[in-house]
């Protein structure tokens, strides 16, 4: 079993910035590797950015390149993303993820990853 819980969500003007964290705890081999995901309303869920074990291996989607920045500190299970330059269009609930597999690498597609977060509300204004 794994829990994840997200923190650090909340309203910001556009161009502003926020970092989100996740704390994972229970069976931390399957946290290997950690994702990032967001749900617009009315929007299917997409893939934020991705790490793996070693933080060298990273994925971040087009639409966020060059403004977020995924990281980890290990030895406290956490993963952050940290969100510049926000946008309104990055409005949504932001979920982090973890596979059911201990991978090593970073996995990016939704249905390799089985548990999930309660998700975080971040709201940009304009």
């Known amino acids: 079993q794994v829990q994840l819980v997200e923190s650090g969500g909340g309203l910001v003007q556009a161009g502003g910035s926020l970092r989100l964290s996740c704390a994972a705890s229970?069976?931390?081999?399957?946290?290997?590797?950690m994702g990032w995901f967001r749900q617009a309303p009315g929007k299917e869920r997409e893939i934020v950015a991705a790490?793996?074990?070693?933080?060298?291996?990273?994925h971040v989607a087009d639409s966020v390149k060059g403004r977020f920045t995924i990281s980890r500190v290990n030895a406290k299970n956490t993963v952050f993303l940290q969100m510049n330059s926000l946008k309104p269009e990055d409005t949504a609930v932001y979920y982090c993820a973890a596979p059911g597999r201990p991978y090593t690498a970073y996995r990016a597609e939704y249905s390799e990853y089985e548990y999930w977060g309660q998700g975080t509300q971040v709201t940009v204004s304009s």
């Open positions: 229970g069976r931390t081999s399957e946290t290997y590797a």
């Open positions: 790490i793996g074990w070693n933080g060298g291996r990273t």
